[in-house]
């Protein structure tokens, strides 16, 4: 069973750790580390305490270890007792501004950073410009005692990667931190990189156990294949393969009694349209003659639960602990804006709890179903998808047989649910979960690197 101890700071020289007897009962331990640094010292008991770790102001300078006491970890393996985790979390983004150091982000990483005590972990932020290759050290930022403040910190045991989105993931300079901080200093990655639609529907089509979730979706080749969609379900979507935020996403349907065909989307000026063709090539030529079709999808419309005419689906957040074992950490109903193609709140969209929208008895039946499908999915993509993924957030659909569908996942789910005064102990939960994991991660990278690096 893991214990966290205090890490206490003396005030001399000596390269001694004092430590509770139990941790030296049957070990040979002769060196501490803290992330990348490792120091030879001696280990004594502790003559009095039993819950901490006693290190000096020599230790602490040479670890690069925070001038603060803290509970953490202890992992020992191979006569080196690890504390931590120290975890990075890579972004991009940052201001020149002490109080805004990551601009609009700010807010959600000093949420994220807020949980150390709780966890038992030394979270900062950092980008590529702040890595210190020669020293093996990072000039990160700290959120301490409601304050930001940078400092020098070894390289971390895991890092986490928030990077904002597609375009910055791709960038050259990042590509290249990532694969030698992998490659060469063999330090787990976890979160990465963006799922791409298409990408998801054919990884968990090979999973029979998930497959029911599944709406028939196939990348756009032809105007052939959205008449025999349309012929069999009544109404299709179109989405961008790498979209988000609901951008670019139009809903087709089709009148088999008129002939004729309708179009939903929402225009450049964020205005909810609806418009009717007599043809789908006509359709096509005038509201997507100018995009790229081989970079769309085409998905199986779904006769979703309805609230007031209005389409509902559900944001669920599901994240790894500790143990490495899955959770679903928040769930929320979405209600589509009137007139619109999506749920989401820029096209006039509100979030709501399941209690404020159902009887108890749909409630407690619409929630084990959502939870169900959730744990499942994340599972498989765990299972199926490369690199070490902990967090996903879900876009789900509840049609009026009942059944459970997946439209999305994200590897970097929006936060836009917490935003309801009562999914708001659910943002705390979400962030601290992030960090719980990386103590699997870091005790499992200690105990057993080699399965880690299969991992990645």
């Known amino acids: 069973m893991r214990k966290r101890y205090t890490i206490e700071i003396a005030a001399n020289n000596n390269l001694v750790v004092y430590c509770p007897q139990e941790l030296l009962k049957g070990k040979e331990i002769n060196k501490i580390a803290f992330g990348s640094k490792a120091i030879e010292v001696d280990f004594r008991p502790h003559p009095k305490k039993n819950?901490?770790?006693?290190?000096?102001?020599?230790?602490q300078k040479l670890l690069y270890f925070p001038d603060f006491a803290i509970k953490l970890h202890v992992f020992i393996e191979h006569q080196v007792l690890n504390i931590g985790p120290l975890v990075g979390i890579f972004t991009a983004g940052f201001t020149p501004f002490p109080l805004r150091p990551i601009g609009d982000r700010t807010n959600f990483?000093?949420?994220?950073?807020?949980?150390?005590?709780n966890v038992g972990a030394i979270p900062f932020v950092f980008g590529e410009q702040h890595i210190n290759w020669e020293k093996g050290t990072i000039n990160g930022y700290l959120?301490?005692?409601?304050?930001?403040?940078?400092?020098?910190v070894p390289f971390p045991h895991v890092i986490y990667d928030r990077l904002p989105n597609r375009k910055t993931e791709?960038?050259?300079?990042?590509?290249?931190?990532?694969?030698?901080l992998q490659r060469d200093y063999l330090i787990p990655w976890y979160n990465p990189g963006f799922f791409s639609k298409l990408d998801i529907y054919e990884r968990l089509q090979q999973d029979n156990s998930v497959g029911i979730y599944l709406p028939e979706t196939h990348p756009f080749t032809s105007f052939s294949l959205l008449e025999q969609m349309l012929s069999k379900y009544g109404h299709i979507y179109l989405k961008p393969i790498n979209g988000s935020l609901g951008l670019g996403v139009h809903q087709i349907l089709y009148d088999k009694i008129q002939d004729e065909y309708y179009c939903r989307y929402q225009d450049r000026e964020g205005v909810n349209r609806l418009q009717k063709f007599s043809s789908l090539e006509g359709l096509f030529r005038t509201v997507l003659g100018n995009r790229n079709l081989d970079k769309m999808i085409v998905q199986q419309g779904i006769h979703l639960l309805r609230q007031n005419q209005r389409p509902?689906?559900?944001?669920?957040?599901?994240n790894k602990d500790d143990s490495g074992e899955w959770h679903v950490t928040a769930l929320a109903a979405k209600i589509a804006g009137r007139g619109s193609v999506t749920t989401h709140a820029r096209s006039g969209g509100e979030v709501k709890t399941l209690a404020e929208i159902f009887q108890q008895?749909?409630?407690?039946?619409?929630?084990e179903k959502l939870v169900k499908a959730a744990l499942q999915l994340s599972n498989s993509l765990a299972n199926n998808m490369e690199g070490i993924i902990a967090e996903i957030g879900f876009d789900l659909g509840i049609d009026k047989h009942g059944d459970v569908w997946l439209f999305e996942a994200n590897s970097k789910p929006g936060r836009s649910i917490f935003s309801h005064p009562e999914l708001k102990a659910f943002d705390k939960l979400t962030c601290k979960l992030s960090m719980s994991f990386a103590i699997f991660l870091t005790e499992q990278s200690i105990l057993y690197p080699e399965d880690v690096i299969k991992w990645s």
């Open 361 to 367: 008895d749909e409630c407690k039946l619409y929630t």
């Open 143 to 152: 959120f301490h005692e409601n304050n930001w403040q940078t400092i020098e």
């Open 51 to 59: 819950n901490c770790l006693v290190i000096s102001k020599e230790i």
């Open 109 to 117: 990483f000093s949420k994220l950073l807020s949980v150390k005590t």
């Open 170 to 180: 791709r960038n050259p300079k990042l590509v290249k931190v990532r694969e030698t």
């Open 312 to 318: 509902i689906d559900f944001r669920i957040h599901t």
